[in-house]
Structures are given as C-alpha cells and as structure tokens.
C-alpha cells in the first residue's frame, strides 16, 4: 500500500493553473491549446466500513452474562450463608459457603484487575496450552475476547490451594465452564479437536473441552463421556460428564447408554458428591423411562 495521503493531490511537473475551479479540485497542469483534455482524476473514495464479525458482537454478550451470572449465584450463596447463620448449620460448610459467595461477587473485578497486571511465572496460560493441541479452537477464543479472562481464571484456580479452598476452586473451575459454554454456543468448534483437547489436555484442559460440549452438544462424544466418567482425574470433572450424559441422552445410541449407565453404576465415587449423585440419579431415571418407552 502507499504511503500518500489519498486526500493530497497528486505531484506534478508542470506549472499549476492559477485558480482552481469553484467545485474545489486541486489543480491540474495547464493543458495546450487545441490538445485533448485528459479526464478528470478523481481522488479514491473510502472502502465501505465492514460490518462487525460475528465474533465481535458476541463478545460482549458472552462477558456480560458471565458476570451476571458470577453475581447471581454469589448473592444466592450468600444469603444462604446468612440464613445459615440462624438455622444451626454446622461452622465448616457456613464459612465455605459464604466464602464461595463472596468470591463470586468480587470475581468480575479480579478478573478485570488481572488482566492489567504482569502476573510472570504465576500466570497461567490456559488458551495458549488449548493452542498447542487445538489451534483453531485457541484461535476462536481470542475472537470472542475471551483469552485474558480464562487465563485470569485458571491462575486463581492454581494459586488457591489447601483443602479448605475445594469448594471455592470448584466455583471457579464452573466459572472457567461456563464461559467456555457460552462460546459454544455462538461459535461452532471442531469436534476432533475437542476430543484431542480432552485426551491429551491437563485436569483443568479436560473440564474446558467438556465446558464446549455442554454448549454444544453437536460435540457429544461416548468416548469422552466414558473416560471421564469411569477415569475421570478431578470431581468436577465426572460431575460435567454427567451433566453431558443427562443433557444429550437423546443423542446417545442403545449401545453408548447402555456402556454409560453401566460406568455410573459400577463408579464408587459418584457417590461421594451429592451433586454427581444427583444427576446420577437424573440419568436412571431417563435410561428407565426410556425402556418403558
């Protein structure tokens, strides 16, 4: 492209016309008498202005119903802490719940404040390790705007540690789903490469790549399903699979049911998160339903 300004008139050798005409163009070189006048030069107009993309108008869309719903379930989790308070519930499960509230709530403004900030070898680039597997996935992502915040998430999500913090790592870790959920829903991706995403991928890359099928539930695969649920390496991982098999059930074969309820059935540790146990009991339910039907 050339570096001229398009609204400065073109160089020229020879010596200007006195005046220029009353319509306001710059002027030309003198023309002998008799000899043939060129046609005008008119200056380039300016392309016409794109639309947006796709991507671009759903980003804030995405982002302003993650916060909303960061503070919804904030608040909700913090009354019931406070109703807690006069109902005699035990001390342990008060302090977690009002402390995963709180988190919620102020969440949106970490996120916001992290972003502006170095954080070196603290940070944790989720989106790049997603890229390393699923480059096209990685690149949606950045479309929708979406790569400081997730990587936002994912380090709060490594830097709390201890056993008292589970639960609220466990908000976060839905947060970070959610999110990934919602980009789903306005962007397709690739189901091989949320399948690579899954096999190959950390704890917390298995649980996004199960985040874009809950969005998306065109990207339902019983292979997935069933490792994730049977070997799954984090509780909020089998609990998002199971929210996939409930969800999808429609989708699934005889054979991908039967193979699925039979994992529930035989997984000891289901039992042991009572919302596992919860959508556990949901898919039973449907299998049992299904049968009458």
């Not at 984090?234 to 049911?257: D, M, S």
């Amino acid at each position: 492209m050339s570096d001229v300004n398009p609204s400065r008139p073109p160089s020229h050798t020879g010596p200007p016309n006195p005046a220029p005409s009353s319509r306001g163009e710059a002027p030309g070189r003198s023309v002998p008498s008799g000899a043939p006048v060129p046609p005008a030069r008119v200056a380039p107009r300016g392309r016409p202005v794109d639309p947006p993309a796709w991507t671009v108008k759903a980003r804030p869309v995405v982002d302003v119903s993650s916060r909303i719903l960061c503070l919804v379930i904030g608040g909700a989790l913090l009354v019931a802490g406070l109703v807690g308070l006069f109902t005699g519930v035990g001390q342990g499960p008060l302090i977690t719940v009002l402390a995963a509230g709180l988190l919620l709530v102020i969440m949106p403004s970490i996120v916001d404040r992290i972003r502006r900030m170095k954080l070196g070898e603290f940070e944790v680039h989720l989106v790049r390790q997603i890229a390393a597997t699923a480059r096209r996935s990685a690149d949606t992502l950045r479309a929708l705007g979406m790569e400081k915040q997730l990587d936002a998430y994912a380090t709060i999500y490594t830097e709390l540690r201890g056993p008292e913090l589970k639960a609220v790592r466990g908000e976060i870790l839905d947060r970070i789903v959610q999110r990934v959920a919602n980009a789903s829903a306005v962007e397709k991706f690739d189901k091989d490469e949320v399948r690579d995403l899954f096999f190959t991928g950390s704890p917390i890359v298995r649980v996004l790549a199960l985040g874009l099928t809950e969005g998306d539930l065109s990207l339902l695969d019983s292979e997935v399903l069933h490792e994730a649920i049977s070997r799954s390496l984090t509780g909020n991982e089998q609990y998002h699979a199971l929210k996939i098999v409930r969800n999808g059930w429609g989708r699934l074969g005889p054979e991908e049911r039967t193979r699925l309820l039979t994992a529930i059935e035989t997984d000891r540790q289901i039992g042991a998160g009572p919302d596992r146990k919860a959508v556990a009991q949901q898919i039973r339910e449907l299998a049992g339903s299904s049968r009458i039907g």
